[in-house]
T-cell receptor, first 114, second 113 residues
């Protein structure tokens, strides 16, 4: 399995500001994903973080709101821009393991926007 | 539309009871199905992965089955313990999805001592 860390683990932010979340993996992986889990809801995929090219966004999510970087095969960042209270969620990164396409998730970043 | 449904939404059982969590999905042509556990405010822990060619997987007291033709999976937990209390999520990788997972809303399990 892959060991994934995220920073920060939680944050409380003011409306209109931006927060960058980091995801670090202990091994090189091809596929990295960013998910959002709104309060009381299940996970929704925001985008696939592609190494060396732009991220691929799901319907309803745009690069201006959620810019993503993937500078190498072990690291990615997700920025939540111009935040509003509706952005209060847990943000999770995940990777696909080398065996059997099993996915592993980071511990999540709990974001509260006031 | 590719969807995953989990029932019940919540389940409360006494310690020691065997229980079954259900997951159903549209489109029987799946690549794989994965069961996760999520503790409050935490990330996801992978429990079991079932490939499309498999019918079941076992890990300790957990057994997951897959019936693609009926679009169903079950997670069986034997001899439940209070430490099993968590939300259990079912997620499916559908064809053409580039390895992304579609999640159900989860079943919140409470095991009472």
């Amino acid at each position: 399995s892959a060991v994934i860390s995220q920073k920060p683990s939680r944050d409380i932010c003011q409306r209109g500001t931006s927060l960058t979340i980091q995801c670090q993996v202990d091994s090189q992986v091809t596929m990295m994903f960013w998910y959002r889990q709104q309060p009381g809801q299940s996970l929704t995929l925001i985008a696939t973080a592609n190494q060396g090219s732009e991220a691929t966004y799901e319907s309803g999510f745009v690069i201006d709101k959620f810019p993503i970087s993937r500078p190498n095969l072990t690291f990615s960042t997700l920025t939540v821009s111009n935040m509003s209270p509706e952005d209060s969620s847990i943000y999770l990164c995940s990777v696909v393991g080398r065996r059997n396409n099993e996915q592993f998730f980071g511990p999540g970043t709990r974001l509260t926007v006031l | 539309k590719q969807e995953v449904t989990q029932i019940p939404a919540a389940l409360s059982v006494p310690e020691g009871e065997n229980l079954v969590l259900n997951c159903s999905f549209t489109d029987s042509a799946i690549y794989n199905l994965q069961w996760f556990r999520q503790d409050p405010g935490k990330g996801l822990t992978s429990l079991l992965l079932i490939q499309s060619s498999q019918r079941e997987q076992t890990s300790g007291r957990l057994n997951a089955s897959l019936d693609k033709s009926s679009g169903r999976s079950t997670l069986y937990i034997a001899a439940s313990q209070p430490g099993d209390s968590a939300t259990y999520l079912c997620a499916v990788e559908f064809p053409g999805g580039s390895e992304k997972l579609v999640f159900g809303k989860g079943t919140k399990l409470t095991v009472n001592p």
